[in-house]
């Protein structure tokens, strides 16, 4: 069973910046994607960001294009997602999620889920 582990969650000012981690287990990582979503209070659930474990093949949702960067560790099983000029918009709870291609996940096509880390940044 797939088990995902997230951390760096926390709280920072607006133009602040936080590192997110991700670790997976349970199973082969050498294929597949990972990804990012987040979730605020009286929000759906939205995609933020995915990897491909294989290629290093990245998307990101247009709100956090230029600001957050993703990026996987193959052999820690890790991701992380960097977050840079955080904006109070930013403010959710961030999951981490398991799919089969970067695409799958943007379309919210997830496997497993995170428990997800608390983000918060104060204006």
């Known amino acids: 069973q797939v088990q995902l582990v997230e951390s760096g969650g926390g709280l920072v000012q607006a133009g602040g910046s936080l590192r997110l981690s991700c670790v997976a287990s349970?199973?082969?990582?050498?294929?597949?994607?990972m990804g990012w979503f987040r979730q605020a209070p009286g929000k759906e659930r939205e995609f933020v960001a995915a990897?491909?474990?294989?290629?290093?093949?990245?998307q990101y949702a247009e709100s956090v294009k230029g600001r957050f960067t993703i990026s996987r560790d193959n052999a820690k099983n890790t991701v992380y997602l960097q977050m840079n000029s955080l904006k109070p918009e930013d403010t959710a709870v961030y999951y981490c999620?398991?799919?089969?291609?970067?695409?799958?996940?943007?379309?919210?096509?997830?496997?497993?889920w995170g428990q997800g880390t608390q983000v918060t940044v104060s204006s």
């Open positions: 999620a398991t799919g089969t291609s970067t695409w799958g996940i943007a379309t919210v096509q997830v496997h497993s």
């Open positions: 349970g199973r082969s990582f050498s294929s597949g994607a």
């Open positions: 990897i491909s474990w294989s290629y290093g093949n990245t």
